[in-house]
């Protein structure tokens, strides 16, 4: 069983950065890879970035956010750079045991956080 709570969502003008944390419970978080996955208002849960030793990014936001990982801590991170107002959404941290080193769909993850909310004004 793994637990994931996220953090770090806020308001933040167009062009800025922000970090979002996510922070898991269990013994074996390293054998997961984690995910960062986003929704926004009317639209479907759509995949961000994932890490386990690789990483691999949504082309949407390939250069502009960078997902790492603190394995001894069982913290992930999303830093967000140069956001734009369609980076707007409630993003989730989420955890898959069987990962092939890309992207996966939202019913795909085993685990998933309550989302912390990101808005980007324009």
Known sequence: QVQLVESGG?????????????????RTFSSYAM???RQAPGKEREFVA??????????????RFTISRDNAKN??????????????????????RVWYGNSWS??????WGQGTQVTVSS
Do not use: I
């Open 106 to 111: 939202a019913g795909e993850s085993d685990y």
């Open 75 to 96: 913290l992930v991170y999303l830093q967000m750079n140069s956001l734009k107002p369609e980076d707007t959404a409630v993003y989730y941290c989420a955890a898959k």
């Open 10 to 26: 806020k308001l933040v003008q167009a062009g800025g950065s922000l970090r979002l944390s996510c922070a898991a419970s269990g």
């Open 50 to 63: 994932a890490s386990r030793g690789l990483t691999y990014y949504a082309d949407s936001v390939k250069g």
């Open 35 to 37: 995910g960062w996955f």
